[in-house]
Nanobody, 115 residues
């Protein structure tokens, strides 16, 4: 199992950024995928989850209406669209797959929100 995030970088407040996570080594379409993030000095928190049929749920109230998770099963890729990011969204963003009771993580991609 391999998860590779990309798309992070510097974004201005109010801008937009799309993160990608390319998956391999398992039957991607069968599994829910999650995005997490970890800000400096804080615990890793769940951003949201998208199940195999493409319904997503944002967990953190501060991200509702601004972040959207989607997936392309043909490309084995899950996305996190970040709209109107705020400085407090600065974090390393990770994608996650839970397969047969085991967690798999990517290496993470850094997002910095600053003008």
């Amino acid at each position: 199992v391999q998860l590779v995030e990309s798309g992070g970088g510097l974004v201005q407040p109010g801008g937009s950024l799309r993160l990608s996570c390319a998956a391999s080594g398992f039957t991607f379409s069968r599994y829910a995928m999650r995005w997490y993030r970890q800000a400096p000095g804080k615990d890793r928190e769940l951003v949201g989850i998208i199940i195999s049929v493409g319904i997503s749920t944002n967990y953190a109230d501060s991200m509702k209406g601004r972040f959207t998770i989607s997936r392309d099963n043909a490309k084995n890729t899950v996305y996190l669209q970040m709209n109107s990011p705020k400085p407090k969204d600065k974090a390393v963003y990770y994608c996650n797959a839970q397969i047969l009771g085991r967690d798999y993580w990517g290496q993470g991609t850094q997002v910095t929100v600053s003008s």
